[in-house]
Each structure stands twice: as structure tokens, then as C-alpha cells.
């Protein structure tokens, strides 16, 4: 905790930002729309898998935006993108309250998955990623720990307001709740973020040696981190790097008049359908993509129907809400020990190794009866969703550099919605067609053990590598 203490008295701002981003994005996660399913199911007379199809379907349409837009963040300031976010998410939760029809509620299911889901999370991921280079795993558990808190939360806050005015008066106090982070966000000056290592500030140039620049390519072209190469920009803290930055400017003023060039055009970077074809003609991108999309689509599956899971295994819904808020402060702690052991170990083991408390979590409803199966369901699903977070996005950053971070999380967000897209239409269908809980966490945890072996695969990408 000292080495938390010390990090947070120098990146307090920063840290805290990427926190309530990830903290109203709850808005947009399977977890609190789940509360308002059984509602739904009743006015507007849908079955499990109908449902579950508009879900996957509205998820879809936000993956495929979040493709088109990800990339944004690379390019433009911080603060202007949030705020349209936050609107966007706004204007979804207002329209959830209202929806009379199925047509309304599958554009406020967009928009919630795109605003609370995908970008939300998306901007404070990519942020403290390419911001942090030394204590990036201490940065992204504490950004992380806004779904932790939101869990611990919302469920129980807007399941209160849901028992006593209803629905749609549950929805609205979430449209209320998400404009907090617009009233806030004047507090904050988020434009330090702004920074790019080896290119300077977003808008504002800032030229940079070309050595620098070809070195940091070249260490992104090797798949080595930058850090690790004595000299370059990334060995600095961001703050320094952006001063530093700044004083190179006037002393390169003169070498890039005469050449004509920047650091920005000796990179000369692939365009973004290239860029994405080629992760996806690389091996090393179906390494790290499989386990995410698995543990997205595991916890989605469960989570969605978890108030229906609670009720068939006779579990008190209250009694389990609450055990749903101690998963949130189990990932808490998951989210704080996983970015220590990331700045400590080596990321690659954690990043095998991180599906396997979920796989024992789920067997364990399909093993043990009672509500002490859905404790060991949660506690097994906290550890690896905490820990997981930090690991996956640590373990990105290192293999793809920071420079293009919010492109290469685009194409990885956009997997891991659509997994959250299927799970509840599979969910539904298996369901509906008599396959019980029990029979489905047979065979999740059966794939969770088949896709960590497959993770096993990326020691021999870093042996090839070095």
C-alpha cells in the first residue's frame, strides 16, 4: 500500500479521472442493466432469447461504431471527447426511462453499450496506458477500481429506487447521476493526458528529435517496450517527457525548418484499415484476444441473467445483491494487488494464469449447493475480473507501444463487445430451450481451461521475440 500512497500523492488528478470514468460507464455495463430485464421482460412482453437477441444486437451496432470512433482519442484532446460521451450516455438513459417500444429501447441499449460499455471505459483505459510508462500497472488498477465501486453501488442504489417508484423512475436517476460527471469535469485539468510519448501534446506540436522518434518506432516494430531502450522518451515520466518536449521545441526549430520534416511525418504511419489488417493477420493478437473475449462473454452470460440464476436456485434476491456488492470489493482488492504484481512480475505469467479463479468460480455453481455457490461464483469472478483488467491492458501497452494505444484498444474493444453481445442471445436460447445453469457453467469452465492453455502459446512469442 506505501508504493500506492507514494504514486497517488504525485498522480492524484490524472489517477482519479480515469476512476469516475470508469465509475459512471457502470451505466452501460451488463451488471445494472440486468436490474432492469425482469421489467422489461413484463411491459414489453419479450422472452429471454428475444431480449437477449436486441441486446446482442444493439451491443453489435456500439462495437462497430466503437471501431470507427476509438481511434479518436489518438488524435484528439481528452476533455472535448469525454464530454460528448457523457451526453451521449445521458441521452440513453433518458431514452431507456421512455422506452414505449422496442425500436426506442434498442437505440438506448446502443447508446448506453456505446457511452458507458465502450467509450467510457475505452478513454480512461487508452489514457492512463499511454500517460504511465513506469507505474502504468498501479495506474490502471486504480483507474480500474471505478467498476469495483460502481458495482458495490449502483445495484443496491438504483434497485432501491426501482422497489420503490419503479423502472423507468430507476432509469431516469441514472440520467441524472450520469450529468454529475459532466458538473465535475470543470475540476480537472485533464489536458496533461493530452501526451503522447515521442510525438508531444495532442494539437499543439511539438517536434522531437528524429532519433527519438525512430528508436521508439523501432522499439514498437521489435515489440519491445520503449523503456527498455536507454535514451528514448519513454524512460521519463509523461509530466517530464512533456516538458522536456517543450524545451526540445526551440532547440529543433531550426533542424526542421531546414528539413522540412517532423517527428510526426519521419513516423509516417500505416493508415487505420491497414493497421487494423495487419494485428489481424498476427498471431500474438489471437493470443491476447481469445482470453478477453472469453472472460467478457463468461461474465456477461452470467450477469445478465444472474436475478433469474438467483431465483431458479432459490437464492433470497436480496440476500444476493449484496453478495453481488461484496464481488465489487473483491475486485477492488484484486484490481489493487493486480497492478502491484504487474509493475513487479512478469506480465506475461500473470496474463496465462488470470482466467483460472473465474473457471473454479463457475464450477462451483455447477458443484456446490446453496448460497455458498454463489459467494464462491463471485469471489472467483472478482479475482479475475480485478486482477484481469490490469493485466490485459498492462500486457497491450507492452506488445503494441502507447503511440497508436487507442486504435489498437478499438479493435480489442470491438471483440470483446461483441462477445458481450452473444452471450446474452446464447444465454437466452440454452435457457429457453431447458439447459440449466448448472449445465452451462459445466461447459464455461471447461473453455476457460481450454483457452488458458492456449495463452500458453505467447511464451513462445516472447522467446521468438528476444
Known amino acids: 500500500m506505501r508504493s500506492y500512497l507514494d504514486f497517488l500523492k504525485r498522480n492524484f488528478e490524472p489517477v482519479f479521472f480515469g476512476f469516475l470514468l470508469t465509475f459512471f460507464s457502470s451505466f452501460g455495463q451488463t451488471f445494472l442493466i440486468s436490474l432492469f430485464v425482469p421489467f422489461i421482460l413484463a411491459d414489453l412482453a ?31 484532446p481528452v476533455r472535448p471527447f469525454t464530454i460528448q460521451t457523457t451526453i451521449l450516455l445521458t441521452v440513453a438513459c433518458v431514452l431507456l426511462a421512455l422506452a414505449w417500444h422496442s425500436a426506442v429501447l434498442f437505440v438506448a441499449l446502443v447508446g448506453l453499450r456505446l457511452g458507458g460499455q465502450g467509450l467510457l471505459s475505452h478513454i480512461s483505459l487508452s489514457t492512463m496506458s499511454r500517460y504511465f510508462s513506469k507505474d502504468r500497472g498501479k495506474a490502471l488498477s486504480i483507474s480500474s477500481l471505478g467498476y469495483s465501486v460502481g458495482e458495490m453501488i449502483f445495484p443496491i442504489l438504483i434497485a432501491t429506487v426501482i ?58 516494430q521489435e515489440g519491445v517496450s520503449a523503456k527498455e531502450i536507454p535514451g528514448t522518451v519513454s524512460d521519463q515520466s509523461a509530466e517530464q517527457c512533456a516538458g522536456n518536449s517543450e524545451k526540445l521545441a526551440d532547440n529543433t526549430e531550426k533542424l526542421v525548418t531546414e528539413t522540412g520534416s517532423t517527428s510526426r511525418e519521419a513516423e509516417k504511419p500505416t493508415g487505420k484499415r491497414a493497421f487494423y489488417w495487419q494485428m489481424l493477420k498476427e498471431a500474438r493478437f489471437y493470443i491476447l484476444v481469445t482470453p478477453s473475449f472469453m472472460l467478457s462473454f463468461t461474465v456477461t452470460g452470467f450477469f445478465f441473467y444472474q436475478y433469474l440464476m438467483a431465483e431458479v436456485q432459490g437464492w433470497p434476491i436480496s440476500v444476493y445483491t449484496y453478495l453481488f456488492a461484496g464481488y465489487g470489493f473483491i475486485r477492488l482488492l484484486s484490481g489493487l494487488y493486480g497492478g502491484v504484481l504487474t509493475d513487479t512480475y512478469r506480465t506475461t505469467t500473470l496474463f496465462v494464469l488470470h482466467l483460472m479463479p473465474m473457471a473454479l468460480g463457475i464450477l462451483a455453481l455447477a458443484l456446490v449447493p446453496g448460497l455458498l455457490a454463489a459467494g464462491l461464483f463471485l469471489f472467483g469472478v472478482g479475482i479475475t475480473t480485478g486482477g484481469g483488467m490490469v493485466v490485459k491492458n ?5 506488445i503494441y507501444g502507447v503511440s497508436r494505444i487507442g486504435q489498437v484498444r478499438s479493435l480489442f474493444m470491438m471483440f470483446m463487445v461483441f462477445s458481450t453481445a452473444l452471450a446474452p442471445l446464447l444465454f437466452g436460447i440454452l435457457l429457453d430451450n431447458g439447459i440449466t445453469f448448472e449445465q452451462i457453467a459445466l461447459g464455461s469452465a471447461a473453455t476457460l481451461v481450454l483457452v488458458t492453455l492456449h495463452t500458453f502459446r505467447i511464451y513462445r512469442l516472447e522467446a521468438a521475440a528476444s
Open 46 to 76: 419479450f422472452s429471454n432469447s428475444v431480449f437477449g437477441g436486441y441486446y446482442a444486437m444493439a451491443t453489435i451496432v456500439s462495437s462497430l461504431i466503437m471501431l470507427r470512433v476509438g481511434h479518436v482519442i489518438d488524435d484528439r
Open 163 to 220: 422497489g420503490a417508484f419503479g423502472w423507468r423512475a430507476g432509469a431516469m436517476a441514472t440520467a441524472v447521476m450520469a450529468l454529475l460527471l459532466l458538473a465535475i469535469m470543470p475540476l480537472f485539468r485533464v489536458e496533461r493526458l493530452d501526451y503522447v510519448p515521442g510525438k508531444g501534446r495532442i494539437g499543439k506540436a511539438s517536434p522531437i528529435p528524429s532519433r527519438v522518434s525512430n528508436m521508439d518506432a523501432t522499439a514498437r
Open 394 to 398: 498492462a500486457i497491450v501497452a507492452e
